[in-house]
């Protein structure tokens, strides 16, 4: 079993900040990959930004460049960095992490981003 609870997240205006931490209640350096993955107001939930455990990232176009994953494995928590952000970047974030001998996956609460323009 993996616990992940988010935080970071709040109101922030166009062209702002912010970052988001999941903290983990495993180790993280043992979980095969993490992501953050959102979810705008009836729209399905998206991938964004992806870390395997050998720290290979990928994004999703639509966040290319503005926003950073990374991950402190003495603190066993998960980061998103966000700059630049957009009002369709609006909506809740949630933390995944793949995990086990047999992969599962485990979710997050969430966490709201709202951007206002």
């Known amino acids: 079993q993996v616990q992940l609870v988010e935080s970071g997240g709040g109101l922030v205006q166009a062209g702002g900040s912010l970052r988001l931490s999941c903290a983990a209640s495993v180790s993280i350096s043992s979980i095969q990959a993490m992501c953050w993955y959102r979810q705008a107001p009836g729209k399905t939930r998206e991938s964004v930004a992806v870390?395997?455990?050998?720290?290979?990232?990928n994004y999703a176009d639509s966040v290319e460049g503005r926003f950073t994953i990374s991950r402190d494995n003495a603190k066993n928590t998960l980061f998103l960095q966000m700059n630049s952000l957009k009002p369709e970047d609006t909506a809740v974030y949630y933390c995944?992490?793949?995990?086990?001998?047999?992969?599962?996956?485990?979710w997050g609460r969430g966490t709201q981003v709202t951007v206002s323009s």
């Open positions: 995944n992490a793949r995990y086990g001998l047999v992969i599962r996956n485990y």
């Open positions: 870390i395997t455990r050998d720290g290979i990232t």
